[in-house]
């Protein structure tokens, strides 16, 4: 069935150092991939998203590419700050109307 | 404001004592699901629903039912819960079904339930 696997946290960074949060899935059809943040104490927000192949989401600074050929989704932010600081979730929905989410990652940001 | 709202937000109950645990949303989306959130586990999809009266099996539906009579709501009952049903819940609803249609979630606040 389909799956999403995430690199597994924590990760700790300095400000203003190159992120990247690593995410593969495998899946039958051509889902939509999301990446999702979660702040302490809230539920998720969407992130980024992209539906097609060579796709590229970007907010806040954070990019990630649609890459059909490696089946990843890899998340990357060139200069983190402290307010970055949360868990993400790679998501895939499904052509099936499931929705498979990572084990998410926590990242915390060192001043 | 656009919103999904869960209730109860904190919620201790015994081993066997049916609960529900309500879900509104007001964006009038077709699209409505639960996850359950545990450490290492990401988030699991419980059941969703893609229109009234249409529900189906999420990941790990087992011990749970659903309904889903109006649009706005999508109510989780455990009939029997049991201590491996303690998590945090989320209620979550999209404009339309996922795929290829690139429909973002959005989440309620969740609900954490604690079974002893």
């Known amino acids: 069935g389909d799956s999403v696997t995430q690199m597994e946290g924590p990760v700790t960074l300095s400000e203003e150092a190159f992120l990247t949060i690593n995410c593969t899935y495998t899946?039958?059809?051509?889902?939509?991939l999301f990446w999702y943040v979660q702040y302490p104490g809230e539920g998720l927000q969407l992130l980024l998203k992209?539906?097609?192949?060579?796709d590229k989401g970007s907010n806040k600074g954070f990019e990630a590419t649609y890459r059909k050929e490696t089946t990843s989704f890899h998340l990357e932010k060139g200069s983190v700050q402290v307010s970055d600081s949360a868990v993400y979730f790679c998501?895939?929905?499904?052509?099936?109307?499931?929705?498979?989410f990572g084990s998410g990652t926590r990242l915390s940001i060192r001043p | 404001e656009a919103q999904v709202t869960q209730n109860p937000r904190y919620l201790i109950t015994v081993t066997g004592k049916k609960l529900t645990v309500t879900c509104s949303q007001n964006?009038?989306?077709?699209?409505m699901s639960w996850y359950r959130q545990d450490p290492g586990l990401g988030l699991r999809q419980i059941y969703y629903s893609m229109n009234v009266e249409v529900t189906d099996k999420g990941d790990v539906p087992e011990g749970y039912k659903v309904s889903r009579k109006e649009k706005r709501n999508f109510p989780l009952i455990l009939e029997s819960p049991s201590p491996n049903q303690t998590s945090l819940y989320f209620c979550a609803s999209s404009l339309k079904t996922s795929g290829r249609s690139g429909y973002e979630q959005y989440f309620g606040p969740g609900t954490r339930l604690t079974v002893t």
């Open positions: 992209a539906t097609k192949a060579d």
């Open positions: 964006m009038n989306h077709e699209y």
């Open positions: 899946a039958t059809g051509y889902p939509s």
């Open positions: 998501a895939l929905h499904s052509s099936a109307s499931k929705i498979i």
